[in-house]
């Protein structure tokens, strides 16, 4: 191995070793970063808090150059990963397979954090005429929560923001928004044997289902060329409803998912399925729906001809793309900044079991952040 991939392979061991899962506190990881980052000679702050479940979670803000809001580079990956498999005993030991680096973490996303660092690390800081930025954050596997805390964050206003997620290395300019919301259906409970007795909640929920399906064809009309698919697409996830077999259903539960695309209001969709959902309850006296919303996360659409946009371009060798799933870009525009999705590694091996990065992505990501560093900040 050459001396950058042995570099970057023993910063990506030591952040591989530590179980950063997004239900665990990540402090150990921060902590890490933390020393690494006063090592290179950068400011550091921590955002700390505490989840629904009452733990402990971070942010990690690293700070080089001059104080100049609105003006530099954020270089954005999140610390926690998703569980793994006991059964996969080496899950938090990096591993080798010819250039494929093995860990849970390794492609989402601590190998980037390795890339990040290392870029840092190798300019020389007193170069910097604008801020760079290094933020490290929590939670982005269940909500992007610690993201959506940067902007409380007074100084951290960047311009630019590369934020590392598996693209293999394309610039991702454009994503659609994730947002959730929960439907309970209420009906009333009798013996199956004398329906009009009740009111099935769970009928009640497949009408409605037929609606949301006609909602989502409506918008489906308004397509938008970028994305595949071109629309804004839905999912109910999980449907919960009956207490038994001879039951007429009182309850239904149901989770729906919708992915807009950037240019449609993310609550649109919702809008028109809860107008469907009152008709439906109306054309049933005994039912009711309630819909309420969990999660609206914008999309993110930085323009094609953005100067980041246009560099990453020229680094990589490779167009400017969009995906369907959700990223940190949003929060990032948020603050005032134009956000690209860039990093080592395959989403499509992303979450699984072996989970790897190639070590050669890991190079060459060194190499573009490096002079990402010095196009927007030297």
Same mark, same amino acid.
């Given at each position: 191995?050459?001396?950058?991939?042995?570099?970057?392979?023993?910063?990506?061991?030591?952040?591989?070793?530590?179980?950063?899962?997004?239900?665990?506190? @990540?402090?150990?990881?921060?902590?890490?970063?933390?020393?690494?980052?006063?090592?290179?000679?950068?400011?550091?702050?921590?955002?700390?808090?505490?989840?629904?479940?009452?733990?402990?979670?971070?942010?990690?803000?690293?700070?080089?150059?001059?104080?100049?809001?609105?003006?530099?580079?954020?270089?954005?990956?999140?610390?926690?990963?998703?569980?793994?498999?006991?059964?996969?005993?080496?899950?938090?030991?990096?591993?080798?397979?010819?250039?494929?680096?093995?860990?849970?973490?390794?492609?989402?996303?601590?190998?980037?954090?390795?890339?990040?660092?290392?870029?840092?690390?190798?300019?020389?800081?007193?170069?910097?005429?604008?801020?760079?930025?290094?933020?490290?954050?929590?939670?982005?596997?269940?909500?992007?929560?610690?993201?959506?805390?940067?902007?409380?964050?007074?100084?951290?206003?960047?311009?630019?923001?590369?934020?590392?997620?598996?693209?293999?290395?394309?610039?991702?300019?454009?994503?659609?928004?994730?947002?959730?919301?929960?439907?309970?259906? /209420?009906?009333?409970?009798?013996?199956?044997?004398?329906?009009?007795?009740?009111?099935?909640?769970?009928?009640?929920?497949?009408?409605?289902?037929?609606?949301?399906?006609?909602?989502?064809?409506?918008?489906?009309? /308004?397509?938008?060329?970028?994305?595949?698919?071109?629309?804004?697409? $839905? @999912?109910?996830?999980?449907?919960?409803?009956?207490?038994?077999?001879?039951?007429?259903?009182?309850?239904?539960?149901?989770?729906?998912? $919708?992915?807009?695309?950037?240019?449609?209001?993310?609550?649109?969709?919702?809008?028109?399925?809860?107008?469907?959902?009152?008709?439906?309850?109306?054309?049933?006296?005994?039912?009711?729906?309630?819909?309420?919303?969990?999660?609206?996360?914008?999309?993110?659409?930085?323009?094609?001809?953005?100067?980041?946009?246009?560099?990453?371009?020229?680094?990589?060798? /490779?167009?400017?793309?969009?995906?369907?799933?959700?990223?940190?870009?949003?929060?990032?525009?948020?603050?005032?900044?134009?956000?690209?999705?860039?990093?080592?590694?395959?989403?499509?091996?992303?979450?699984?079991?072996?989970?790897?990065?190639?070590?050669?992505?890991?190079?060459?990501?060194?190499?573009?952040?490096?002079?990402?560093?010095?196009?927007?900040?030297?």
């Amino acid at each position: 191995m050459g001396a950058g991939v042995t570099e970057l392979s023993e910063t990506l061991r030591r952040l591989v070793a530590i179980d950063s899962t997004s239900s665990r506190p @990540n402090g150990a990881v921060i902590d890490l970063l933390s020393g690494e980052l006063l090592g290179a000679g950068f400011s550091v702050e921590r955002q700390a808090w505490r989840d629904d479940a009452g733990v402990e979670k971070q942010n990690l803000i690293g700070r080089a150059g001059p104080e100049a809001p609105g003006a530099g580079l954020a270089l954005v990956g999140h610390t926690d990963t998703v569980p793994y498999d006991p059964d996969w005993g080496e899950a938090l030991a990096l591993g080798r397979d010819g250039d494929r680096l093995i860990g849970r973490g390794a492609c989402d996303t601590k190998g980037f954090i390795a890339c990040a660092l290392e870029a840092a690390r190798a300019f020389d800081l007193a170069r910097l005429r604008a801020p760079l930025f290094l933020a490290f954050t929590a939670d982005e596997e269940v909500g992007c929560l610690g993201a959506k805390r940067l902007a409380d964050r007074a100084g951290f206003r960047p311009r630019h923001a590369i934020v590392g997620e598996p693209t293999s290395l394309t610039p991702i300019r454009a994503h659609k928004g994730y947002c959730l919301a929960e439907i309970r259906v /209420r009906g009333v409970e009798g013996h199956s044997a004398y329906p009009a007795t009740g009111e099935s909640a769970i009928a009640g929920a497949a009408a409605l289902l037929r609606e949301i399906e006609a909602a989502s064809a409506e918008l489906a009309e /308004r397509p938008d060329p970028a994305f595949e698919p071109p629309h804004t697409t $839905w @999912n109910v996830g999980r449907i919960e409803g009956g207490k038994a077999k001879n039951i007429i259903p009182g309850e239904c539960r149901l989770t729906l998912e $919708w992915r807009p695309v950037p240019s449609e209001p993310i609550e649109e969709f919702l809008d028109r399925v809860r107008v469907r959902a009152k008709a439906v309850a109306a054309s049933r006296p005994r039912l009711s729906i309630d819909v309420a919303l969990l999660r609206a996360d914008a999309g993110a659409d930085t323009p094609a001809d953005a100067p980041l946009v246009r560099f990453l371009e020229g680094q990589s060798g /490779r167009p400017a793309a969009t995906v369907s799933f959700g990223t940190e870009a949003p929060q990032l525009a948020a603050v005032g900044a134009d956000a690209v999705v860039f990093g080592p590694g395959d989403i499509r091996v992303a979450h699984r079991t072996l989970e790897w990065v190639p070590a050669a992505d890991l190079v060459r990501c060194t190499e573009i952040l490096g002079r990402a560093i010095d196009r927007f900040c030297g």
